[in-house]
């Protein structure tokens, strides 16, 4: 796992890990070589080298490369299934292609075999030999593996027993809303990596796609139950480390459950393919013990209050330039792109829109139907244009329409106040 | 063949031969072609997308290009290459096989395989309209499209993605009611169904399931198109539609359609494995049987596709138990595979090579496949790298070294020339080994929790990736080998004998090679 862990970002250290697997799988290969003998020019001993090669490839996994390290009941439960069940079919794969290989070294013309002229089995024991791959599987499927799956799947599904906590997640292209619905807290985490490192303009971090601006913070020890929907597209929630993963559907809601038992960040990202920014949907999970979590959400109430207190002001100009700045490029980035230059037939661009450069109020303070802050607010429907009011706050909002308006060479000179867009949710 | 036979052998010359072909040879030569021809476009498609995944970070593509290019590389692999493949091989094949003098419905035939060429440009249009400006591209929302809102987001390019499945499926239902009719009324005297060769077997159901599903595809590309443009809300979870009927829809065509591309491989199998054990085929009526029982338990299954998408309870222990229980048929087939070498008197030439290839990596694929509908551990695996590493064992260890297998096989019966042996080893040894070293590592990405369709990756996933692309590179190119192969045995090949293969048995075989071009206008007597 450790290996896994450590961060890979230069050439040499791919190399290194590239070459551990073709040793791991020569020592195998060189094994099977002295048992066979010395090679001469007989396809099936290749045939069988290839073979070994791929067993030994998978036995690798065991050992080296498998799921990360699960810390919660599902996801320790899922991964001694699937040990177990890798373990079988291996098994399986052995037996069956051992005799494969048997009869393609024995039963060659050019050793002078004979070939035999039966249709099917004939004797009882061939029968038996015929009859007793079936139950051998019957008994794997629905016994051996088929009853320790029910009662894994009875417990994934348990969402609702003794849930001590709920947490809503709510997700949209391309990041995910986070909230504690008991304590009124909310927000939004999105990727923290930037486009300099996804373009290779700057060095990649150890998380690189795997960090996020604001984590999800859990508890641990605690019966958490997770409520999944979707503002838009589907999307799939996934954090291996837990074992489950759970299709976020737009007008439905899901439910999944986590009982995080050791603290650590925990990461993971959206695995249902959700657009242009599919791989761009980090999930970053920090579990931590009660009192520290305690601690967390009071600070969290206390921001959230000073936040309330701010939409109140009247901000200035440049406050709300800079904000807006920094709202713009991590997140209408993703698909408004740098400059405001959209992309054409995707996505439109900002920098000269006829929308930032219209009005957005009426003469009575009314949004104007598909004007810029109606836009930004309401979203349009049917496209990646989703309804920011959900996500953003009073002050995000003032802020990135202003910013918008008078940057990328618009001209507009206006600007939102928070206590204006307050007034129109 | 008797004098008058002969006297009709002249088709029109050059092109229009092709433009107006009825012969069920022409027509098969030209949907095996097309096959082949896409089966690189195909290849091309998914070289850019690993040539992306290399390296960490956005060196080549945008993450939208991305999206297009791996979205037309599954649709034209699936219904570009091997479908219409299998359907030229059964074109060829199955009049010679069962007796017959041509398909059923020759013109029929004619226009399933024209429609073709222009339901593959159809798809492409939006990909290359895009460098002009226009449109934002081909379908980029995967080859199944199940991810609702999204195809209702997605620009024109998944217009012409419906209008190419509507294509498709009429090209395919064409094809299988031709099939059903040809073997149901034309089969020679004293060829009952139960002597009839199991390929012929395996077409036959493989048609039938194209006619209970393709349907069922059109019926939901349609729905998706009128919600896309005329208003419904079939689909549209904002205005009460279901986003989840519109997977049910397609997983219930998709799944079975994973059969419908294995299952001419299942059926042309035993006959390789027959004629170079120099033994009869063994367990004839079981793998008949289970053919049957796969083809039934298809369409119970669908839903292992969306295990993750939060079905009840009920639904995900029944679908997984039905799930496993595809694994029982599967394992005749595999133990009437082995029944056919079993104390023969065994040669390796290259269709051989290829056919216990496929058992191989076929069993890896069906093996894998006995896992995956385990929910709890499904969890971990749907929607990770771990599915694109298991089917393409089952596609291309099983789909593709099956085609591969069949084209070694009957390339001289088609061409009356032979290929080279020693380059189709060699093609055959180098596809092995990328295509492991291609699929290998990227079960383990999978395992360590890489999700599937991202255009870029975490650091951890870096050395399988490089792995991965580097044998996907050298797989694409060592592909290149079996076009020289073909090309050199059509030019120059020497000539092969009727019989083709010492072990060779069945109709088709009684033959010159090539046959002329109208064959059992007489039907022979089957005893």
């Known amino acids: ?425 | 063949m008797t004098e008058a036979i002969t006297t009709h052998d002249h088709p029109p010359a050059g092109i229009m031969r092709w433009l107006t072909a009825t012969n069920h040879k022409d027509l098969g030569i030209l949907y095996m072609s097309f096959g082949g021809l896409m089966f690189f476009i195909g290849g091309a498609f998914i070289m850019a997308v690993r040539a992306e995944l290399l390296l960490p970070g956005l060196q080549l593509l945008s993450p939208g290009m991305y999206n297009q290019l791996f979205t037309l590389h599954a649709l034209i692999m699936v219904f570009g290459a091997i479908m219409p493949f299998a359907t030229g091989l059964n074109n060829y094949l199955i009049p010679l096989m069962i007796g017959a003098p041509d398909m059923a419905l020759p013109r029929v035939n004619n226009w399933g395989f024209w429609i073709l060429p222009f339901a593959a440009v159809l798809l492409l249009i939006p990909f290359f309209l895009q460098f002009f400006g226009i449109g934002s591209g081909a379908s980029a929302a995967g080859w199944v499209m199940h991810n609702t809102s999204l195809d209702l987001q997605s620009g024109i390019g998944m217009d012409f993605a419906i209008f190419t499945i509507h294509l498709l499926g009429l090209s395919s239902l064409t094809g299988a009611i031709n099939v059903v009719v040809t073997v149901l009324n034309m089969r020679a005297p004293g060829m009952t169904l139960m002597k009839m060769p199991l390929f012929v077997w395996a077409w036959l159901i493989t048609a039938f399931m194209l006619i209970l599903v393709i349907p069922v595809f059109s019926a939901a590309a349609t729905m998706l198109l009128t919600d896309r443009h005329f208003g419904t809300h079939f689909f549209d979870a904002a205005n009460g539609g279901d986003p989840i009927l519109l997977q049910h829809l397609i997983w219930f065509f998709g799944h079975p359609e994973v059969y419908i591309v294995l299952l001419p491989a299942w059926g042309l199998i035993p006959h390789i494995l027959a004629t170079f054990s120099r033994k009869p085929v063994y367990g004839y009526r079981a793998q008949v049987y289970a053919l049957w029982a796969i083809c039934f338990l298809s369409f119970l299954v669908w839903s292992h596709h969306m295990l993750t998408s939060g079905l009840p309870l009920a639904a995900e222990v029944y679908f997984m138990y039905a799930t496993m229980a595809i694994s029982i048929p599967t394992s005749v087939l595999v133990f009437c595979w082995l029944g056919a070498i079993w104390r023969g008197a065994m040669t390796f030439e290259t269709p051989m090579l290829f056919a216990l290839g496929f058992v191989a990596h076929f069993g890896m694929g069906a093996l894998t496949g006995m896992i995956l509908p385990d929910v709890a551990v499904n969890a971990q695996y749907h929607n990770s790298y771990v599915i694109v590493s298991h089917f393409h064992y089952t596609f291309f260890g099983g789909g593709i070294f099956g085609m591969m297998a069949a084209l070694y096989y009957w390339l001289p019966k088609f061409t009356g020339r032979m290929f080279d042996e020693k380059l189709g080893r060699l093609h055959f040894w180098l596809t092995v080994i990328f295509f492991n070293m291609t699929f290998i590592p990227q079960w383990f990405a999978g395992l360590d929790g890489m999700p599937r369709h991202i255009a870029d990756y975490a650091l951890r996933f870096s050395a399988m990736n490089f792995i991965s692309s580097l044998g996907a590179f050298l797989l694409g190119l060592s592909q290149l080998l079996l076009v020289y192969i073909v090309v050199k045995c059509v030019r120059n090949g020497p000539k092969a004998t009727g019989q083709v293969w010492e072990g060779a048995q069945g109709l088709e075989f009684t033959l010159p090679s090539p046959p002329p071009y109208h064959t059992f206008e007489t039907p022979p007597l089957v005893k």
């Not at chain 1, 195998?28 to 396809?43: C, H, M, N, V, Y």
């Not at chain 1, 641990?220 to 993963?245: A, E, Q, Y």
């Not at chain 1, 209408?332 to 037939?345: D, F, N, R, S, W």
Request: net charge positive; glycine share 8%.
């Open chain 1, 1 to 425: 796992m450790k290996l896994i862990d450590a961060a890979i970002h230069d050439e040499s250290v791919i190399k290194k890990r590239s070459i551990r697997l073709f040793c791991c799988s020569r020592r195998d290969g060189a094994a099977s070589f002295r048992e066979t003998g010395p090679i001469r020019k007989q396809l099936p001993l290749w045939f069988g080298m290839v073979f070994l090669l791929f067993v030994s490839g998978l036995a690798c996994a065991q050992s080296i490369w498998d799921f990360q390290e699960p810390v919660t009941p599902v996801a320790r439960d899922s991964i001694t299934a699937s040990v177990d069940f890798m373990r079988i079919i291996m098994g399986i794969y052995a037996a069956v292609f051992a005799i494969f290989a048997y009869s393609i070294f024995k039963h060659r013309k050019s050793s002078g075999a004979r070939p035999g002229a039966f249709t099917g089995p004939g004797t009882k024991w061939q029968w038996a030999l015929a009859i007793s791959p079936f139950l051998l599987l019957i008994y794997i499927d629905y016994i051996w593996m088929g009853i320790p799956a029910f009662h894994a799947i009875a417990q994934m599904e348990d969402t609702r027993t003794a849930a001590e906590m709920v947490v809503k997640v709510t997700a949209s292209q391309w990041k995910w809303q986070y909230e504690y619905p008991e304590e009124n807290i909310k927000f939004v985490s999105t990727i923290a990596t930037t486009q300099d490192q996804i373009h290779n303009r700057a060095a990649k971090g150890e998380h690189y796609l795997q960090e996020v601006d604001n984590p999800l913070i859990l508890p641990t020890n605690k019966k958490i139950r997770i409520l999944l929907t979707s503002t838009d597209v589907i999307h799939s929630w996934w954090v291996p480390s837990f074992g489950v993963k759970r299709d976020a559907v737009p007008g439905y809601l899901r439910e999944m459950w986590v009982n995080i038992e050791k603290p650590g960040i925990y990461r993971g990202q959206c695995a249902q393919l959700c657009g242009s920014g599919h791989a761009f949907m980090p999930i970053v999970v920090e579990a931590m013990a009660e009192p520290q979590f305690k601690e967390w959400l009071a600070q969290k109430k206390a921001q959230g209050a000073a936040a309330e207190s701010a939409a109140g002001k009247a901000w200035s100009r440049e406050e709300l330039m800079a904000k807006g700045d920094e709202i713009y490029n991590r997140i209408c980035i993703a698909c408004h792109q740098a400059g405001g230059a959209g992309l054409p037939g995707a996505f439109p661009a900002l920098a000269g829109s006829k929308i930032v450069n219209g009005p957005f109020l009426d003469k009575d303070g009314r949004l104007i139907k598909d004007g810029h802050l109606d836009r930004v607010m309401n979203g349009k429907a049917g496209t990646a244009m989703q309804a920011f009011k959900n996500t953003f706050s009073d002050v995000e909002i003032a802020a990135i329409v202003t910013y918008e308006r008078n940057s990328f060479g618009n001209h507009m000179g206006d600007m939102v106040q928070p206590a204006q867009v307050k007034a129109l949710r």
